[in-house]
T-cell receptor
Framework: DVKVTQSSRYLVKRTGEKVFLECVQD?????MFWYRQDPGLGLRLIYF???????EKGDIPEGYSVSREKKERFSLILESASTNQTSMYLC??????????FGDGTRLSIL | AQTVTQSQPEMSVQEAETVTLSCTYD???????LFWYKQPPSRQMILVIR??????QNATENRFSVNFQKAAKSFSLKISDSQLGDAAMYFC???????????FGTGTRLTIIP
């Protein structure tokens, strides 16, 4: 089975902090994704990566950056956390044009 | 741009009964994929069923089946013999052919009444 592991299930940070969310997949998938999930808005794509060191902006990239130095790892970075970035963050991975497999999510609170 | 609409924010069904969740989408593409994902309280998104647009036959996975109407751009999910473990948020999602980015609907929260 595909395993997508997010480093934290819950995280509390303060405004202005630099925040790192880590995601690791164990199935050699080319594609990796970061979403945020908010009530009534569904899942919105922040960034996605189709290869090592490659990235593409999603629908809501503002305030975020990403890093993919190794194929199995995709990091989401909040450069200077703000309260409006309090949300559930979901990581996913997939083979080319195949269904995405998701991690358990990180519930991030910015105080 | 593609959009996916789930017009039912919440639904409920008696245990062992059948329920249908609605999804419509908008696209100008002819080749694409459609998915239903389930997100239980444990939070992990789980793929329930997939449909390729070029296939006329509706996909089925055990108690889960879809009614895919390509001309109407409709993709509903039917859950038969509902069980308590089916309680979850259900998301409809669209994937364009040659594209890697899923477009999700806003979800339907399904409650199972014992």
């Amino acid at each position: 089975d595909v395993k997508v592991t997010q480093s934290s299930r819950y995280l509390v940070k303060r405004t202005g902090e630099k925040v790192f969310l880590e995601c690791v997949q164990d199935m050699d998938h080319e594609n990796m994704f970061w979403y945020r999930q908010d009530p009534g808005l569904g899942l919105r794509l922040i960034y996605f990566s189709y290869d090592v060191k490659m990235k593409e902006k999603g629908d809501i990239p503002e305030g975020y950056s990403v890093s993919r130095e190794k194929k199995e790892r995709f990091s989401l970075i909040l450069e200077s956390a703000s309260t409006n970035q309090t949300s559930m963050y979901l990581c996913a991975s997939s083979l080319v044009v195949q269904p995405q497999h998701f991690g358990d999510g990180t519930r991030l609170s910015i105080l | 741009a593609q959009t996916v609409t789930q017009s039912q924010p919440e639904m409920s069904v008696q245990e062992a009964e059948t329920v249908t969740l609605s999804c419509t989408y908008d696209t100008s593409e002819s080749d694409y994929y459609l998915f239903w994902y389930k997100q239980p309280p444990s939070r992990q998104m789980i793929l329930v069923i997939r449909q390729e647009a070029y296939k006329q036959q509706n996909a089925t996975e055990n108690r889960f089946s879809v009614n895919f109407q390509k001309a109407a751009k409709s993709f509903s999910l039917k859950i038969s013999d509902s069980q308590l473990g089916d309680a979850a948020m259900y998301f409809c999602a669209y994937l364009g052919f040659g594209n890697e980015k899923l477009t999700f609907g806003t979800g339907t929260r399904l409650t199972i009444i014992p």
